[in-house]
Structures are given as structure tokens and as C-alpha cells.
């Protein structure tokens, strides 16, 4: 199996050139493969021999073609493309250093793999349900045992069964470790956990144990060293599903990218993806990362879209779900829609904060919401609160345009509405008054007092005290006009006895 791994890796690469140091230990130059012998493309140290392989030219300059392997341990010293110190200082098991031969007709690869995946299916169990015999499914809720790293589990979740007898399910799933399981006429048997049912190309197992220092499980380092280089993509992948939906709750999962992991006694990391600031280019005159973080295509011509519904945040029990740490500036803004969307934000849901909450924030300008000269705020289904573009004036009521509105606040400061004005303030109290009372609605800027018969005066204390002495008006339904005064407080008034049913009505304007 080594020989035809090595032996296609081989058949990719170009003769190696002469190594241009020497090594402490010789290493066995090339392979006799059948008849053939391979020498110069393959370099093996020697197992068990602790010395190094030297597969590198001096730092920043073309790295020689060849595969090395060292058994015994991470040996091989070799410089990276991006340069390195003289080592050894990069070590590697087995390393592969190749460079492009061929023009643009053909694609080139330092390694491929060619996978591909016939076996593993299985259905989901579900009740009244048929299966054929050698059918096998997951129960989703069924407990099962087997022999793991630590010992024997014997409660493991979700387990594999195969129909030994075809039929139709029942409405209860097998569960255990079952040799024979009636379920409706189909018989069940155990076939096993189905913990690690998936089928990978390439499994990479990393693991930091006691003393371990700084760890990358994989690393990428991709360098575009000339203008004009065309498409570059530090990676790319194609994925294709058949033309069968895939949407979240869907009868099939299927995601480019899936972060997995966790489970019990594993606490929160710093992110699924990261982006430190190394990534900024601090030192040139454009000192950015990239123009993106994530740049979803598409253009408005677009039949279709590279998203059908949405970019899904399921922030679950998150604080946030999107947030911009304090201190951080955005020369434009922290969201920024120019689209042609329906809406720009749309919230269903129960909130129980509010809508907008910009309570904790400061705003230099003054503006905290900057809209259009002319927009409006809806509520109702049908009323709306804005500048009314048709009228001059800011308008509250049943339309954005013309006459249709029930209050209006004219950019030359005058005010109309389009039935009644009143206040709603507490009522005042009387003093001196005699029997006079109230009628039902008087504030400290109007009111209706009903006079006794004979009455000649009565003082009204205002419930608020004002800031400025108002300006008040009055008037007698006897005809007669009282005298007085007005103060911060309050009304003084005196008039000769009224007659019967006299009523005296008020209006006091001013803070």
C-alpha cells in the first residue's frame, strides 16, 4: 500500500535536483518499484536513525522537487515557501515539494485524492413504515452499548438496526443491544452504534496533551507574489447535492462547511472562525485585511441566487448574535443595506426590551435616527407620523400626503389640528368659592365652575404651579366681567352676586 501511494505520488513530480548540503546521516536515494528503480525523486531516512534530512535550499529562494519521508519522526528540515530561518526549524514526517509544469490547459495538483462513497446508507425509523429485509435504519430515542477507547458504554443514543424479516413497523422502534425485535411484522436486529458512520476523503485527528504548546490542527499559508495574478483562492470548494433541497428541519443535511464538536465538559472557545489582526496590512497605505469578511455573490440580474431564504444566525441563547466591540470604528456605518430590499429591517417575535434600544449610546451630532426629508413612521396598519412633503409640515394621522391628517406642525411654526384642543392635566382646586364646583374636564388651562346664586368671588389654585405667570382669559354666561389677577399659582377673582346657574369659564396659556 506505501509503494502505490508513493509510487502515485511519484508520477506527479519532476526529476529532484542535487541537494546542496550534507546530511548527517545518508538517506536511501530513490525505490526499486518491480523492475523500475526511481532514484532522486524519493529521499527516506533510515527508521529509527535520529538524524535530520536537510530538503531545503537557502531561505526565499526555490525550494528543491522531490518527496521526503522520515519514519521515525518529524526529521525532514525544510523551508516553507514563504521563507524560513536556517534550520532545522521546520520539521515535517514527510514533506512533498513540487512546482507546476504545464500552461494553462491543465490543472496541476501537489496532491489529489479521488474518493468516492457507495456504502453506509441507512434509512430513519418511523412507525408504519416499510422496510425491506437487509434494509437498515437509525431510532432516533433508542439506547445501545459497545466497546469503546474507555471501556464498554452502554449508553449510547440513536443506534443502527437491520430488518432480518421485512415488513411493516409497528409504532414502537427497537432499542438495545436486540438480537430479535418483533416491531409490527418487521424483525429488527442490533447492527450497531452508528456513532462513526460518515465516509471522509481525508481524516485529520489532532490532540493537545500535557506540555503542549502552541497547536494548529491544520495550516494554510498562501502567498500571491506578483500583480496580475488572475483568480487566487486560499481555498476552494464545489459542492453539489443532487438537486435535492437541503433547508434546516429538511429530511437532508447537507452543508459546504460544518463546524461540529463540543459535548460534555467542553466550555465556550474564542470563535468557530477567527481573524486576528495580523491579517491587517498595518503597514501600507491601504491597511486592511481584505475588502470582505464573507462576500456572498450575485447581481441584481440574477435569475436566481447564490441564497435562497437567508443568511441564518441562530444565535440560540447568545447574548448577540451580531455584535462590534467597543472602541471599533466604521468609517461608513456598523450595518450598511444599499440593496433594493422590500424592507431594510423586518422583526417578528416577541420583544419584550422594544423595538430600538439607544439608551446606552452617546451621539455627538445630536441625531440618533437620521431619516429622508420626506418618510414617515407607521403604526396601526394605517397611521403614520412624518413630514408631509405635500403640506410643508410634520403631520400625525391617516395619510402621508395632503390634507388627510389630524395634527400638523408647519415648518413656519405654526400649529392646526383637525378637531379639538384640550389638555388632560389634573384638575385645579377652588378656594373661597363658596358652593361653586368643577364641571367634569377642567385642568389648569380651562375649565367650566358652576357659581352659587349670590356668589361675588372665588380664588382657583392651580394643581401644577407654572414657571411664568400665565395668560388667562374669562368669561361670565350672567354677562357680568370679573376682576382679578393671575399669578404662578393661581386665579384671584371678584364680580358682584350672580344670579342663579352662572357659570364662569376660564383659559390660561403659558408654562
Known amino acids: 500500500m506505501v509503494r502505490k501511494l508513493v509510487l502515485a505520488a511519484v508520477l506527479a513530480l519532476a526529476a529532484w535536483p ?9 538517506a536511501l536515494d530513490g525505490l526499486g518499484i518491480g523492475t523500475t528503480a526511481l532514484k532522486g525523486h524519493i529521499k527516506i531516512l533510515p527508521n529509527g ?5 536537510n530538503a531545503h535550499a537557502p531561505s526565499n529562494t526555490p525550494q528543491p522537487d522531490g518527496i521526503f519521508i522520515t519514519p521515525s519522526g ?3 528540515d525544510y523551508c516553507s515557501i514563504g521563507g524560513c530561518l536556517d534550520g532545522p526549524h521546520l520539521r515535517s514526517h514527510m514533506l512533498i515539494n513540487t512546482t507546476t509544469k504545464t500552461g494553462p490547459d491543465s490543472q496541476e495538483n501537489a496532491l489529489a485524492i479521488n474518493f468516492t462513497s457507495k456504502t453506509g446508507k441507512y434509512g430513519r425509523w418511523a412507525p408504519s413504515t416499510a422496510f425491506a429485509t437487509g434494509d437498515i435504519a437509525k431510532v432516533f430515542g433508542s439506547v445501545c452499548g459497545a466497546y469503546g477507547g474507555g471501556g464498554y458504554q452502554n449508553d449510547l443514543q440513536d443506534c443502527l438496526y437491520q430488518a432480518v424479516a421485512g415488513g411493516t413497523t ?17 424483525v429488527w436486529k442490533f447492527y450497531g452504534p452508528g456513532i462513526h458512520d460518515g465516509k471522509t476523503a481525508l481524516n485529520i485527528a489532532c490532540n493537545a496533551e500535557e506540555g503542549s504548546g502552541q497547536i494548529w490542527c491544520t495550516n494554510f499559508n498562501f502567498s500571491v507574489r506578483y500583480k496580475g495574478a ?7 470548494k464545489d459542492c453539489n447535492n443532487g438537486n435535492e433541497d437541503s433547508s434546516a428541519g429538511s429530511r437532508f443535511f447537507m452543508a459546504c462547511t460544518f463546524y461540529g464538536g463540543g459535548g460534555p465538559g467542553t466550555y465556550p472557545f474564542l470563535a468557530h472562525q ?5 491579517a491587517v496590512n498595518s503597514g501600507s497605505a491601504q491597511p486592511y485585511g481584505a475588502h470582505a469578511f464573507i462576500h456572498i455573490a450575485g447581481s441584481p440580474g440574477d435569475v436566481g441566487s447564490v441564497l435562497k431564504d437567508n443568511v441564518i444566525l441562530d444565535g440560540g441563547n447568545s447574548d448577540t448574535t451580531i455584535r462590534a466591540l467597543s472602541g471599533r470604528r466604521h468609517a461608513i456605518a456598523f450595518l450598511l443595506d444599499e440593496s433594493n430590499s422590500q424592507v431594510v429591517l423586518k422583526a417578528t417575535g416577541s420583544h419584550a426590551g422594544g423595538g430600538l434600544d439607544f439608551k446606552g449610546a452617546t451621539f455627538p451630532a445630536g441625531t440618533a435616527i437620521a431619516v429622508p426629508t420626506t418618510s414617515f413612521i407607521e403604526w396601526d396598519g394605517g397611521n403614520y407620523i412624518g413630514r408631509n412633503a405635500g403640506l410643508g409640515a410634520f403631520t400625525i394621522g391617516s395619510s402621508t400626503s395632503g390634507a388627510g391628517y389630524s395634527a400638523a406642525a408647519w415648518d413656519n411654526g405654526d400649529l392646526s389640528y383637525a378637531n379639538h384642543l384640550w389638555s388632560r392635566g389634573n384638575a385645579p382646586t377652588l378656594v373661597s368659592c363658596g358652593a361653586a364646583s368643577l364641571v367634569d374636564g377642567a385642568t389648569d388651562d380651562h375649565g367650566v365652575i358652576s357659581l352659587p346664586t349670590g356668589g361675588t368671588g372665588c380664588t382657583v389654585n392651580f394643581a401644577s404651579a407654572r414657571q411664568k405667570k400665565p395668560a388667562c382669559s374669562f368669561w361670565m354666561t350672567s354677562g ?3 376682576s382679578g389677577s393671575t399669578a404662578t399659582v393661581g386665579i384671584v377673582l371678584a364680580f358682584s352676586a350672580v344670579p342663579a346657574a352662572t357659570e364662569l369659564q376660564y383659559q390660561c396659556r403659558g408654562r
Request: charged content about 10%; hydrophobic content about 30%; cysteine-free.
Open 170 to 186: 409497528g409504532s414502537q422502534g427497537p432499542t438495545g443491544n436486540t438480537t430479535s425485535y418483533q416491531d409490527g411484522s418487521v
Open 74 to 76: 518529524p526529521y525532514v
Open 18 to 26: 542535487a541537494l546542496g548540503a550534507d546530511r548527517p546521516t545518508p
Open 230 to 236: 488572475g483568480t487566487a483562492w486560499g481555498e476552494e
Open 49 to 53: 536513525v535520529p538524524a535530520f534530512l
Open 274 to 278: 477567527f481573524v486576528g489582526s495580523g
Open 480 to 482: 357680568q366681567v370679573p
